[in-house]
Nanobody, 126 residues
Framework: QVQLVESGGGLVQAGGSLRLSCQAS????????MGWFRQAPGKERDVVAA?????????YYAGSVKGRFTISRDNAKNTVYLQMNSLKPEDAAVYYC??????????????????WGQGTQVTVSS
């Protein structure tokens, strides 16, 4: 079992930045691929970014966030991060982190993830 707790959400003006954190506890964090997803009101939950167990450049970004968001992980701290820059009103959503026990790759399909956090709200004012 893996428990995931997100933090770092909040209200920011358009053009601003936020850094989300996802603290994992339970099984060996470094074995897991991690992903960030978001869900805006009335919309489906979509992948934002994903990273495999190794981290570094083994990442994926949705086209809408590429160049603005950065996913990273610190396996020593059992934490995955999402640095969000140049935020836009359309980035407003509840952001979720997720863990996949298939750690060798990164995944965009929600069905590949075994554990989910409770979500953190990001609001972007125009």
């Amino acid at each position: 079992q893996v428990q995931l707790v997100e933090s770092g959400g909040g209200l920011v003006q358009a053009g601003g930045s936020l850094r989300l954190s996802c603290q994992a506890s339970g099984r060996t964090f470094s074995n897991y691929a991690m992903g960030w997803f978001r869900q805006a009101p009335g919309k489906e939950r979509d992948v934002v970014a994903a990273i495999n167990w190794r981290g570094g450049t083994n990442t994926y970004y949705a086209g809408s966030v590429k160049g603005r968001f950065t996913i990273s992980r610190d396996n020593a701290k059992n934490t995955v991060y999402l640095q969000m820059n140049s935020l836009k009103p359309e980035d407003a959503a509840v952001y979720y982190c997720a863990a996949s026990s298939s750690g060798s790759y990164f995944y965009t399909d929600q069905k590949m993830y075994d554990y989910w956090g409770q979500g953190t709200q990001v609001t972007v004012s125009s």
